[in-house]
């Protein structure tokens, strides 16, 4: 899977699964999630299951930092760094 492709999933899980229904929001790949309050805990917990599910790349606590989900393009990069390295 292409960065771009990671990131068009990304973008649309969250718009439609984490951005709430009341809230005037298009998310992009540069949205800041964090600042503008879209990330909290709970978001946050549902976002790391979607990369594990659905992108199979788990997250390691040691992963867990505020710098690495800033936007889509910055959890784009640490999807990439973590993939498992591709044979063929």
Do not use: C, W, Y
């Given at each position: 899977?292409?960065?771009?492709?990671?990131?068009?999933?990304?973008?649309?899980?969250?718009?439609?699964?984490?951005?709430?229904?009341?809230?005037?929001?298009?998310?992009?790949?540069?949205?800041?999630?964090?600042?503008?309050?879209?990330?909290?805990?709970?978001r946050t917990a549902r976002l790391l299951n979607f990369i594990r599910r659905e992108l199979g790349v788990p997250v390691p606590a040691a992963k867990l930092d505020p710098d690495n989900f800033k936007d889509v393009a910055t959890i784009v990069a640490l999807i990439r760094e973590l993939e498992p390295a591709k044979i063929g």
């Amino acid at each position: 899977m292409t960065a771009d492709e990671i990131g068009h999933r990304l973008v649309a899980f969250i718009q439609e699964s984490l951005v709430p229904d009341d809230v005037e929001l298009e998310v992009d790949e540069t949205t800041p999630l964090l600042v503008s309050g879209l990330l909290d805990s709970l978001r946050t917990a549902r976002l790391l299951n979607f990369i594990r599910r659905e992108l199979g790349v788990p997250v390691p606590a040691a992963k867990l930092d505020p710098d690495n989900f800033k936007d889509v393009a910055t959890i784009v990069a640490l999807i990439r760094e973590l993939e498992p390295a591709k044979i063929g």
